[in-house]
C-alpha cells in the first residue's frame, strides 16, 4: 500500500504565550455539584495545572436529545477555567454515546465474535463502520467545532479517546462490508486475496470480495486462517483510524489553528493499534501509561516512551494520561510508592515529553473509576499524594525556566526494532510455541542492555534505525523483501546487526519463508534454519531448556541451524545430550557481510542471560567501545539535547533497590528522592529517585 504523508507537527500554544512544560488532567466537571468547580481552579492554581482534557465522556450532558445542544455548563467551567491561565483541550466528546442513540439505533452497536451485541453499560460500545453512527458523532464534532470556533481558551482538540480500547474488534454487518471494501483496496482482484491467505488450504478458495467475512466463531478448537486473521488485525486498526480521521478533519475545517490529537496506548505489552501508522495523522503525538508495578516498572516506562518517541519522530509528544498512584482495572491494585509519582513524571520528561498529565483531577465518588487515584485524593488536599503533585508542579515549572521544554531526546548508539504486524502474526494460535511473542522481545533486550549500562532506542520498522551504529531485530517474525533490502543496504554500508530467533519466518502476509529462516536476509547472517526447536518448561525427560557453552541457558526456542556459510564464525553452541539432537549445534554466530557484520542469536534467552552474552556480541560486532563510552548499570542515565546542541539536560534514575552514589556533570536542576553532596560533586539517589541536571557548553 502507498506510504501516508505525514501531517506537520504543531504544537498547543501556552495562553501565556511564553515555552514551557504543560501540566495536568483529565477534568471531569459534569460528574461534581458547580459548586466544587472555584474549589478545583483554587486547587489547580496551586498546584501548577496549566492545562487540562474537557468533555472526554459528557457527550449525554452536551447533547441530552438527539439535536439538542447544552454548551452552558461546558462554557461556564471553560471560561472560570481560562480566566485562571489554564487551557482546555477539548474532546470531540464522542468516545461514549448517550443511551438516547444507541436505544433509537441498536445497530451502532458492536458485534463479538458470536454475533453477541456488546451493550450500553460501560463505553465504546460503537462500531466504527456505522454510517449511522458516524453521522451522529461528525454531527457532534460540528457542533464542538463551531461552537468553540473563537473560544481563546481552548489549545487544542483531543480526539476521540484511546480507540480500540474497549472496541478494537466488531464482527458487524458493517464491519464485515468494509473489511471486504478494505481487501478490496489492498489487493484489487480476489486471486491476490487467495494467494496472500493461502485459501487453498482446507478449502477456503474466494470466487468473489463479498464471500470475505471477518474472523467470527469458527468453533472451538479450531484454527483461523492467519492470513486472513493479520489482515483483520490491520483493517481494524485503520477502520479505527478512519473513523477518527472523519472527526478530526471536521474539527479542523472548522477550527485549522487548533493543534489536534488522540490518546494512544503505547506500552510494553499494549498493541491495540498499529500506532506507528497512526501517529501520521496527529498533529502531535499523545500517549497514556499506566505503570506495570513491581521490577519493570522504571524499565517498561522508559521502553515505552521511547517507542512513544520514536513514533513521534523525535518531537516532543505529550504524556496524556497515566496514575498519580494506584488504578482500579488490575485485580490488585498496588499504590505507588514513595518517590514514583515524580519519578515516573521526570523518566516520561526525560525521552521526550513536553506535557505531564494525569488521569484524573479530582477521584470520583461514583462509576466504575471510583477508586482510581487521581491529582486530588478522595481524603483532599493535605494528602502525600496532593503535596507530591504540587511538588511535581514547581519542579516542572523550575525545568520550564530552564530551558527544557522543546529539547529533543538524544539519541542512544543501538535502536531495537518493534514491528506491530509482526507481534500480531506472531500471537496467532497454531505455531511452534503459544510461549512467545514477537513484542515480549525488544524489552528483554531493553532491560539486557541497561545491565550493560546501554541505553537504546525503541524504534518501529519503519522508523529510521539506518542511523544507528547498531540495529537489533528481536524474534521479529515479519520480514519481507523491503525490509531485506534495507537490512542488506544497512549492513553493507558497515552497520551492525544482531537478528535473533524467531525472526524473518514469514513475509507480509504471514506466508512462511521456503529455503530456511530467516527468509531473506539468510545470507546477511552466513547460515540457515532448518527447524526450530521449542522447549517445554517444566517437562523432565523431555526438551525443557538447553545449555550453552558460555554458560548461559535457552529456553523456550531454539533454532536447528542446519548450515553455515564459509566465513562464519560460530560463537557459542549447545551442549545437551545426544537424544536432543542440539549438542554442539550453533547458537550464536557472527557474519562479515560488506563493510559490516552481523551476529545471530538462536535461542531464547531471559534478560539476565542476554546481559552476560551482550559483551561477547558487541566484541564480535567489534563495537565492545560501546560499552565503556557508557555509564554505570545501576542507573537509567538519559539526555535532551537543545536544538543548537549547546544545552544538555541530564536525567539520572536509581534502577536498583539501594541507594546509588552519582558523579554530578553539571548545575542540579530538580531531584526527587535525592541529595547533592557538600561539595556539589556527587549526589546519592536513594530508591525510586532521580536528579536532573543542566550542562552547557557542546560536546566533545
Ligand atoms: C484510560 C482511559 C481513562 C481512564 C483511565 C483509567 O484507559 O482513557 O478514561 O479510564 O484509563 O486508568
Same mark, same amino acid.
Given at each position: 500500500m502507498s506510504k501516508p504523508t505525514r501531517r506537520a507537527y504543531r504544537w498547543p500554544k501556552h495562553l501565556k504565550g511564553q515555552q514551557s512544560l504543560w501540566y495536568g488532567c483529565d477534568y471531569n466537571p459534569d460528574q461534581w455539584p458547580e459548586d466544587t468547580w472555584d474549589e478545583d481552579i483554587r486547587l489547580m492554581t496551586k498546584a501548577g495545572v496549566n492545562v487540562v482534557a474537557l468533555g472526554v465522556f459528557s457527550w449525554s450532558r452536551i447533547e441530552p436529545s438527539q439535536g439538542v445542544f447544552d454548551f452552558d455548563w461546558l462554557d461556564r467551567i471553560i471560561d472560570k477555567l481560562g480566566r485562571a491561565g489554564i487551557g482546555v483541550n477539548l =474532546? @470531540?466528546? #464522542?468516545?461514549s454515546p448517550p443511551l438516547w442513540l444507541t436505544q433509537a439505533h441498536p445497530e451502532v452497536l458492536l458485534r463479538d465474535e458470536r454475533g453477541d451485541t456488546v451493550w450500553p453499560g460501560a463505553r465504546q460500545h460503537w462500531r466504527p463502520t456505522s454510517p449511522i453512527f458516524r453521522s451522529y458523532a461528525l454531527k457532534l464534532c460540528r457542533a464542538m467545532a463551531e461552537h468553540y470556533r473563537n473560544n481563546p481558551y481552548l489549545v487544542a482538540w483531543h480526539v476521540g479517546n484511546e480507540y480500540g480500547c474497549h472496541n478494537r474488534f466488531d464482527y458487524s454487518d458493517d464491519a464485515m462490508r468494509a473489511f471486504q471494501r478494505w481487501c478490496r483496496r489492498r489487493y484489487k482482484d480476489i486471486d491476490a486475496v487467495n494467494r496472500a491467505w493461502g485459501t487453498d488450504f482446507w478449502s477456503q478458495r474466494l470466487s468473489d470480495f463479498s464471500q470475505i467475512l471477518p474472523p467470527r466463531f469458527i468453533g472451538q478448537g479450531n484454527f483461523q486462517n492467519p492470513g486472513r486473521m493479520l489482515d483483520f488485525e490491520r483493517f481494524s486498526s485503520d477502520a479505527l483510524k478512519d473513523f477518527y480521521m472523519a472527526e478530526r478533519d471536521t474539527l479542523a475545517e472548522i477550527t485549522p489553528d487548533i493543534p489536534l490529537t488522540t490518546n494512544f496506548m503505547v506500552s510494553a505489552g499494549g498493541f491495540a493499534l498499529d500506532y506507528d501508522d497512526w501517529g501520521n495523522q496527529v498533529d502531535f503525538v499523545a500517549n497514556d501509561h499506566y505503570v506495570t508495578p513491581g521490577r519493570d516498572h522504571l524499565e517498561e516506562l522508559a521502553y515505552s516512551s521511547s517507542l512513544v518517541d520514536a513514533i513521534a519522530r523525535r518531537r516532543p509528544w505529550w504524556l496524556m494520561e497515566q496514575s498519580t498512584s494506584a488504578v482500579n482495572w488490575r485485580p490488585v491494585n498496588l499504590r505507588k510508592e514513595p518517590g514514583q509519582l515524580e519519578r515516573d513524571s521526570l523518566a516520561h520528561l526525560a525521552l521526550g515529553a513536553d506535557a505531564i498529565c494525569y488521569f484524573q483531577w479530582r477521584q470520583s465518588r461514583a462509576g466504575a473509576e471510583k477508586f482510581h487515584s487521581a491529582m486530588l485524593p478522595h481524603a483532599g488536599e493535605d494528602t502525600a499524594v496532593f503535596r507530591d503533585v504540587c511538588q511535581l508542579g514547581r519542579d516542572l515549572q523550575g525545568l520550564s525556566q530552564a530551558g527544557l521544554a522543546g529539547t529533543t531526546l538524544a539519541k542512544a548508539p543501538v535502536a531495537l526494532v518493534f514491528d506491530y504486524a509482526s507481534q500480531w502474526a506472531s500471537s496467532h =494460535?497454531? @505455531?511452534? @510455541?503459544?510461549?512467545?511473542?514477537? +513484542?515480549?522481545e525488544p524489552p528483554v533486550w531493553y532491560r539486557a542492555f541497561l545491565d550493560n549500562a546501554i541505553r537504546p532506542d525503541v524504534l518501529p520498522v519503519r522508523a529510521a534505525w539506518e542511523e544507528y551504529p547498531l540495529v537489533v531485530l528481536p524474534a521479529l517474525y515479519l520480514i519481507d523483501a523491503d525490509l531485506s533490502k534495507r537490512l542488506h543496504k544497512y549492513v553493507h554500508g558497515g552497520g551492525r546487526l544482531i537478528v535473533t530467533w524467531g525472526s524473518g519466518i514469514a513475509d507480509e502476509q504471514d506466508r512462511v519463508w521456503t529455503g530456511g529462516y530467516p527468509g531473506p536476509p539468510r545470507d546477511l547472517l552466513g547460515l540457515s534454519v532448518e527447524e526450530c526447536a521449542p522447549m517445554a518448561p517444566g #517437562?523432565? +525427560? /523431555? /526438551?525443557d531448556h538447553l545449555d550453552l557453552t558460555n554458560g548461559v541457558r535457552a529456553q523456550d526456542w531454539a533454532d536447528v541451524i542446519g548450515h553455515l556459510d564459509k566465513g562464519t564464525k560460530v560463537l557459542a553452541g549447545y551442549r545437551a545430550d545426544p537424544w536432543t539432537g542440539m549438542d554442539g549445534m550453533p547458537a550464536m554466530t557472527v557474519h562479515d557481510w560488506g563493510h559490516g557484520k552481523a551476529a545471530y542469536l538462536g535461542c531464547r534467552l531471559d534478560a539476565q542471560d542476554l546481559a552476560k552474552v551482550l559483551p561477547a556480541l558487541l566484541e564480535a560486532l567489534d563495537i565492545a567501545d560501546m560499552r565503556s563510552a557508557q555509564g554505570d548499570p545501576d542507573l537509567l542515565r538519559v539526555e535532551r539535547v537543545s536544538g543548537d546542541d549547546r544545552t544538555r539536560f541530564v536525567f539520572l534514575f536509581n534502577r536498583t533497590r539501594h541507594p546509588v552514589q552519582v558523579q554530578l556533570e553539571g548545575q542540579a536542576l530538580v531531584g526527587s528522592l535525592a541529595s547533592v553532596d557538600g561539595d556539589g560533586k556527587q549526589a546519592s539517589l536513594q530508591v525510586n529517585g532521580a536528579l536532573v541536571q543542566r550542562v552547557v557548553g557542546h560536546r566533545h
Open positions: =474532546a @470531540s466528546a #464522542t468516545a =494460535a497454531a @505455531s511452534p @510455541s503459544d510461549r512467545v511473542e514477537h +513484542g515480549q #517437562t523432565p +525427560g /523431555l /526438551l
